[in-house]
T-cell receptor, first 113, second 112 residues
């Protein structure tokens, strides 16, 4: 299993601050993905970073990947109340789709207005 | 609108009564998958399908069946539900694999 593990489990910050979440995984990956889940709803794909990439940006999101440390981080800049959600990393094994996608347990982010 | 739909959204049933949760996507995606989400355990994959008539086990397949007779549909079947299958279930699809998946709204199942 390529299980990702997020850290911290929960994070509470003030609106406007930056939020950083970390993810670690166990073995070599094809790519690592981040998803957001608003309370009890379906997950929404945020960003995918491939194993040969080190950094990727999408709007206020910045993802880094360090394959030597088997870790990734998700940075949300200038946070907003609407960013309150759970964030999951998901690691895909080097076999690609046939290896499936293994999700971590998530970081619950609360943005205080 | 591109979407994955699931039905029912909520279901309370009794042990042993067969049930089916339907999943349908309108994006012509090759890949579809079922996950269950439990507190403290995150999302775990039950079954997935890379294409029509091609299905495979995920991490927690015991007690579940699936079929993929058409590209758009991927129903999850519980032949004899048990209380440990009480969970929140998500169907997801991806264009040609578990990349950038679209998730359905979830089905909250309670087995008493």
């Amino acid at each position: 299993s390529q299980q990702g593990e997020e850290d911290p489990q929960a994070l509470s910050i003030q609106e406007g601050e930056n939020a950083t979440m970390n993810c670690s995984y166990k073995t070599s990956i094809n790519n690592l993905q981040w998803y957001r889940q608003n309370s009890g709803r379906g997950l929404v794909h945020l960003i995918l970073i491939r194993s040969n990439e080190r950094e990727k940006h999408s709007g206020r999101l910045r993802v880094t990947l360090d394959t030597s440390k088997k870790s990734s981080s998700l940075l949300i800049t200038a946070s907003r109340a609407a960013d309150t959600a759970s964030y999951f990393c998901a690691a895909m094994g080097i076999g690609g789709g046939a290896d499936g996608l293994t999700f971590g347990k998530g970081t619950h982010l609360i943005i205080q207005p | 609108e591109a979407q994955v739909t699931q039905n029912p959204r909520y279901l309370i049933t009794v042990t042993g009564k067969k049930l089916t949760v339907t999943c349908s996507q309108n994006m012509n995606h090759e890949y579809m998958s079922w996950y269950r989400q439990d507190p403290g355990l995150g999302l775990r994959q039950i079954y997935y399908s890379m294409n029509v008539e091609v299905t495979d086990k995920g991490d927690v397949p015991e007690g579940y069946k699936v079929s993929r007779k058409e590209k758009r549909n991927f129903p999850l079947i519980l032949e004899s539900p048990s209380p440990n299958q009480t969970s929140l279930y998500f169907c997801a699809s991806g264009r040609w694999g578990p990349y950038e998946q679209y998730f359905g709204p979830g089905t909250r199942l309670t087995v008493t």
